[in-house]
């Protein structure tokens, strides 16, 4: 089975700040990769798709690159409601799994 | 604008069966991955397995012996049973659609349901 690792678990930035977590496969997974954003009590919420797609709606500020084995997810400039926690997800065709997440907290 | 609903009980005793109906409006359940993922307390995202609308299914292999998921599409409903349950199966429960852009994503998702193991 295909592990997902995300890093750091927890990170510390600002208002203004680029912030980028890391998402990385064990094994190759081509661009099969989305990026979620959860906030506390609710669902999460798709962003990127296909590692580089953005969903319709979400700000230009979010960002998503990498194939194969490593990726990422940039916001270039924090504002306050991207305080939450984000989640990458590999999707095959007969299973889908998540990154353990990484929480983006007020510095 | 599709909407999907959690219902079933909150508490469950161990070794019983946890029974979750999702129910889904404003769309069909034709043509969709119909997905449970679920979220122990302050943890991450964990997936338990999805239907296919024509009936075709996938589980996570950790949880495999233990689920199946099932689909009503004349009620517009698919569920999920997960027997001999433990305190670690304690944990809020979403349902969740997946479409097709560019690859199989989840563009919709209940509002998720706890559910706790206990005596």
């Known amino acids: 089975d295909i592990q997902m690792t995300q890093s750091p678990s927890t990170l510390s930035a600002s208002v203004g700040d680029r912030v980028t977590i890391t998402c990385r496969a064990s094994?190759?997974?081509?661009?099969?990769l989305a990026w979620y954003q959860q906030k506390p009590g609710k669902a999460p919420n798709l962003l990127i798709y296909?590692?580089?797609s953005l969903e319709s709606g979400v700000p230009s500020r979010f960002s998503g690159s990498g194939s194969g084995t490593e990726f990422t997810l940039t916001i270039s400039s924090l504002q306050p409601d991207d305080f939450a926690t984000y989640y990458c997800?590999?999707?095959?065709?007969?299973?889908?799994?998540f990154g353990q997440g990484t929480k983006v907290e007020i510095k | 604008q599709v909407q999907l609903q959690e219902s079933g009980p909150g508490l469950v005793k161990p070794s019983e069966t946890l029974s979750l109906t999702c129910t889904v409006s404003?769309?069909?359940?034709?043509?969709?991955?119909w997905s449970w993922i679920r979220q122990p307390p302050g943890k991450g995202l964990e997936w338990i397995g999805y239907?296919?609308?024509?009936?075709?299914?996938n589980y996570n292999p950790s949880l495999k012996s233990r689920v199946t998921i099932s689909v009503d599409t004349s009620k517009n409903q698919f569920s999920l049973k997960l027997t001999s349950v433990t305190a670690a199966d304690t944990a809020v429960y979403y349902c969740?659609?997946?479409?097709?852009?560019?690859?199989?994503?989840?563009?919709?998702w209940g509002q998720g349901t706890l559910v706790t193991v206990s005596s």
């Open positions: 404003g769309g069909s359940i034709s043509a969709y991955y």
């Open positions: 296909q590692a580089s």
């Open positions: 997800q590999h999707y095959n065709s007969y299973s889908r799994t």
């Open positions: 094994q190759s997974i081509s661009s099969w």
């Open positions: 239907i296919y609308y024509g009936g075709t299914t």
């Open positions: 969740a659609r997946e479409a097709y852009t560019a690859m199989w994503v989840f563009d919709s």
